[in-house]
Nanobody, 133 residues
Framework: VQLQASGGGLVQPGGSLRLSCVAS????????IGWFRQAPGKEREGVSC????????YYKSSVKGRFTISRDNAKNTVYLQMNTMKPEDTAVYYC???????????????????????????WGLGTLVTVSS
């Protein structure tokens, strides 16, 4: 099982980045996928999550209207388009997968990154995003 996040980098405030998460080793289209971030000295938090059928999404309030999550099940890939970025978006960004067993899985995934082991979640290595002038 592998989740590979990429696309991070340095961007100026107001700029944009697009993160990608490519998955392998499991049945991608049966899993809810989420993007998470962890800033220095802070806990990991759910940023945005999407269900396996691509028709339900969740966004953390501070990114709503600026970030867009999408997935291409044919390519085993999830994207996070980040626009109008702010310095407080600076963090290491991770993607994770949870078996989509019920309609609220994507919500629970974003709400409870700390319960990953109990839910047999898959996690990838992070990609660093820095928003600075």
């Amino acid at each position: 099982v592998q989740l590979q996040a990429s696309g991070g980098g340095l961007v100026q405030p107001g700029g944009s980045l697009r993160l990608s998460c490519v998955a392998s080793g499991f049945t991608f289209d049966a899993y809810a996928i989420g993007w998470f971030r962890q800033a220095p000295g802070k806990e990991r938090e759910g940023v945005s999550c999407i269900n396996s059928d691509e028709d339900r999404t969740y966004y953390k309030s501070s990114v709503k209207g600026r970030f867009t999550i999408s997935r291409d099940n044919a390519k085993n890939t999830v994207y996070l388009q980040m626009n109008t970025m702010k310095p407080e978006d600076t963090a290491v960004y991770y993607c994770a997968a949870r078996a989509d067993l019920y309609s609220g899985t994507y919500l629970d995934l974003c709400a409870s990154p700390g319960e990953s082991s109990a839910n047999n979640d898959y996690w990838g290595l992070g990609t660093l995003v820095t928003v600075s002038s």
